[in-house]
């Protein structure tokens, strides 16, 4: 097992200060260039984060994957390497762990969504799950969000932060840079995006390919 690695404050910052410019610019080439390399390199996470869509609609999954990004957005920044590839048995594992921990905390349903977390997962992690409460904390109270939206969101985010974490320190490691995917299928353009939000290929995340 590696090291731990936790993300710096700093990272944190400078990852928020380029999501927030290019929301401000609108530029949508960028965005979609930044969506492009998430499916690229890490299509089970995108799709474990849009699975909300399913039961709760595309607010809510287009929410859910959001908020998935800046995570990953946060591991990858100053690094040299590539992430390693999230495979589905390092969301399903990470899932069990966030479960049992979160669990663990008495009163958990009564507490205001924001501070809905595992204090285990905190530590391993403490300046993504401080921006991270502090993001779901303002579009709440600010209306961005509602408290239900933001309820059924956050345990996906934290799953994919334990994700990335876990892989990063090797405790469960992912696909490691360069690996080839060979069942990961070539996507058309005229076929349903792998995202899952409905729309083909070629009108979603293909559309700057």
């Not at 399903?92 to 009163?107: F, I, N, Q, R």
Request: aromatic share 4%.
């Amino acid at each position: 097992m590696m090291d731990a690695v936790v993300i710096s404050p700093e990272d944190v910052e400078r990852t928020i200060v380029s999501f927030t410019r290019l929301d401000q610019r609108g530029d949508k080439k960028a965005m979609n260039k930044l969506a492009q390399r998430l499916q690229r390199e890490q299509p089970n996470l995108l799709q474990y984060a849009a699975q909300v869509r399913t039961e709760h609609g595309d607010q809510v999954g287009e929410a859910s994957v959001f908020y998935a990004t800046l995570v990953w957005a946060m591991f990858d920044r100053g690094r040299e390497a590539t992430l390693p590839r999230l495979t589905q048995d390092n969301l399903k594992d990470a899932e069990t762990a966030v479960t049992e921990a979160l669990s663990a905390v008495d009163g958990l349903a009564d507490r205001q969504v924001h501070d809905r977390v595992a204090p285990p997962m905190v530590e391993r992690q403490p300046h993504v799950y401080g921006k991270l409460r502090e993001l779901i904390e303002e579009d709440v109270r600010e209306a961005a969000m509602t408290a239900e939206t933001a309820a059924v969101i956050f345990k996906p985010v934290q799953v994919v932060v334990e994700a990335l974490d876990a892989a990063l320190e090797g405790r469960r490691p992912g696909e490691r840079q360069g690996t080839i995917v060979h069942e990961e299928p070539k996507v058309g353009r005229n076929d349903p995006c792998p995202c899952g939000s409905g729309k083909k290929y070629k009108k979603c995340h293909g559309a700057a390919a």
